[in-house]
């Protein structure tokens, strides 16, 4: 999952959306570094990936792509899957889609500047989410444009990052099928990310 279905999965789960956000910038005990709301929302976003990851989904999901492509199909379809759920936005969540960014950007900015570890924020982190809230990447995600666009954009990033551009093709040609998993997927994803928050105390 991207960045729009992380922030939707720790609201639901009445988790941090900074922590969850956070999850991809910081690396080993997030409790050493991080309050334990935070540090939480972090494992959510691990719990997240990890079950998305070694989901049967995946593996069906992965198999629209070429050998060539399939060592990066996991990136590009963690971009898909967040354009999926913001076509699909109202079997969701009750607040339209754009509403929810507002308030998302809202409550990242104001657990940010809560955090009494704002100035040990990775940078990268603060550059991404500057960028991402300037950019209104969450709702540009409704687009298949932009879903080719970010793939591309993403593929610069190193020369070992190029075959990412190529794995815009099989997610437009198998565009019903991948949906149809998302739609099956996501429900199930929502409550075991529920269950998690709730069993770790939150």
């Not at 940010?112 to 940078?123: D, M, R, V």
């Amino acid at each position: 999952m991207n960045f729009l279905a992380h922030l939707h999965i720790a609201h639901v789960s009445n988790s941090s959306l900074m922590g969850n956000l956070l999850g991809d910038f910081v690396k080993g005990d997030p409790d050493k570094q991080y309050s334990h709301i935070v540090s939480q929302g972090i494992r959510l976003h691990r719990f997240v990936d990890s079950y998305t990851d070694s989901h049967s989904v995946m593996r069906e999901a992965k198999s629209y792509f070429s050998p060539e492509t399939r060592r990066f199909a996991g990136i590009a379809l963690d971009v898909m899957w967040d354009h999926y759920l913001a076509t699909n936005w109202k079997l969701y969540h009750d607040r339209p889609l754009n509403d929810f960014c507002r308030f998302a950007e809202r409550e990242v900015k104001l657990e940010q500047h809560q955090s009494a570890t704002i100035s040990e924020l990775p940078n990268r982190y603060l550059q991404m989410t500057t960028r991402m809230w300037q950019g209104q990447w969450l709702q540009s995600y409704q687009t298949l444009e932009n879903i080719e666009f970010a793939l591309q954009r993403m593929s610069l990033r190193s020369p070992r990052m190029a075959p990412l551009a190529e794995c815009f093709a099989p997610l437009s040609a198998h565009y019903a099928e991948l949906e149809s998993l998302f739609v099956d997927f996501y429900p199930e994803l929502l409550q075991v990310s529920r269950d998690f928050t709730f069993s770790s105390g939150k």
